[in-house]
């Protein structure tokens, strides 16, 4: 199956400053989706970018299909963008596939 | 508006009881239904997948089981709990673009 790797792990940063997170896969993808998880486990649905980029205030994404990569980024990083930062690629449908998830990036946005 | 809920949000259950996981959508008919659990540190893995009543697909063999007995109702059973079904459950649903979670269920087995 489709392998999808992310960076870093984990990732510690000052309130006000600007982070990269990227996903890499492995094949081939119909559908991609960056995920926040925030402390309580509520995985909230960030983007849905299987190519191309996109933006939603202080958040945007780029997805490079033909270089089989993603990247999330945060500006002006603020203590509530802390949690954990899931992409998930699909080769399917996604109204009737299966996405892999990565193992995240922790992020920790210290005051 | 289209919702989904899904109960109970922590569970403590000693291990050989039974374990019912209910998920239930609002505002649609006909969803595409999955169940996730998450380990511990980990990302995501499938467990169930659905596309019509009754109708389940399994992703990796395991303790559990999952059932559709109505168009918006998605059911995750175990007979047996296992130490190892430990873990973080959340049901999920593809309204347009992409996956929306529920809430989650947070499983120990002690």
């Known amino acids: 199956g489709i392998q999808v790797e992310q960076s870093p792990p984990d990732l510690i940063l000052q309130e006000g400053a600007n982070s990269t997170l990227r996903c890499n896969f492995s094949?081939?993808?119909?559908?991609l989706q960056w995920f926040h998880q925030n402390p309580w486990g509520q995985l909230i649905n960030l983007f849905y970018?299987?190519?191309g980029t996109k933006q939603n205030g202080r958040l945007s994404a780029t997805t490079v299909a033909t270089e089989r990569y993603s990247l999330l980024y945060i500006s002006s990083s603020q203590t509530t963008d802390s949690g954990v930062y899931f992409c998930?690629?699909?080769?399917?449908?996604?109204?009737?596939?299966?996405?892999?998830f990565g193992d995240g990036t922790t992020l920790t946005v210290k005051p | 508006s289209q919702t989904i809920h899904q109960w109970p949000a922590t569970l403590v259950q000693p291990v050989g009881s039974p374990l019912s996981l209910e998920c239930t959508v609002e505002?649609?008919?006909?969803?595409?239904l999955y169940w996730y659990r998450q380990a511990a540190g980990r990302g995501l893995q499938l467990l169930f997948y659905?596309?019509?009543?009754?109708?389940i697909s399994s992703e990796v063999p395991q303790n559990l089981s999952a059932s559709r007995p109505q168009d918006r109702q998605f059911i995750l059973s175990s007979k047996k709990l296992l130490l190892s079904d430990s873990g973080f459950y959340l049901c999920?649903?593809?309204?347009?673009?992409?996956?929306?979670f529920g809430s989650g269920t947070r499983l120990t087995v002690v």
């Open positions: 999920a649903w593809t309204p347009y673009y992409g996956y929306t």
């Open positions: 094949d081939s993808v119909n559908n």
């Open positions: 970018i299987p190519s």
């Open positions: 998930a690629v699909g080769t399917g449908n996604t109204n009737a596939g299966k996405s892999t």
């Open positions: 505002g649609t008919s006909n969803p595409n």
């Open positions: 659905s596309v019509g009543i009754g109708q």
